[in-house]
């Protein structure tokens, strides 16, 4: 079993930076994928990042890809994403979520064995 919190959400003005965090209960934390969604208003969950178990293989939406940086501490068991120049776009609810079955993760949420309960980040114009 995991619990996932994730935190560090907030208002914002466009250009601005973030950083959230999401930490994980247990000692299994290395064994999962993680990644991040997020989730505007009126609008479907779309797929933001993932990190392998490891750390060493990391991928992106397009639509954050040079702006967003996942990164993992299996020690602390806690996942980050670095979002910097930041848009208005990027308002949305923010969950971080663990994939036992694919070293990689996944893009697909159903794929996700575990979620956190969201943290709102707001980018102002």
């Known amino acids: 079993q995991v619990q996932l919190v994730d935190s560090g959400g907030g208002l914002v003005q466009a250009g601005g930076s973030l950083r959230l965090s999401c930490a994980a209960s247990g000692r299994t934390f290395s064994s999962y994928a993680m990644s991040w969604f997020r989730q505007a208003p009126g609008k479907e969950r779309e797929f933001v990042a993932a990190i392998s178990w490891g750390g060493g293989r990391t991928y992106y939406a397009d639509s954050v890809k040079g702006r967003f940086t996942i990164s993992r501490d299996n020690i602390k068991s806690t996942v980050y994403l670095q979002m910097n120049s930041l848009k208005p776009e990027d308002t949305a609810i923010y969950f971080c979520?663990?994939?036992?079955?694919?070293?990689?993760?996944?893009?697909?949420?159903?794929?996700?064995?575990?979620w956190g309960q969201g943290t709102q980040v707001t980018v102002s114009s």
């Open positions: 979520a663990a994939c036992a079955s694919t070293m990689y993760g996944s893009r697909r949420q159903n794929d996700y064995d575990y």
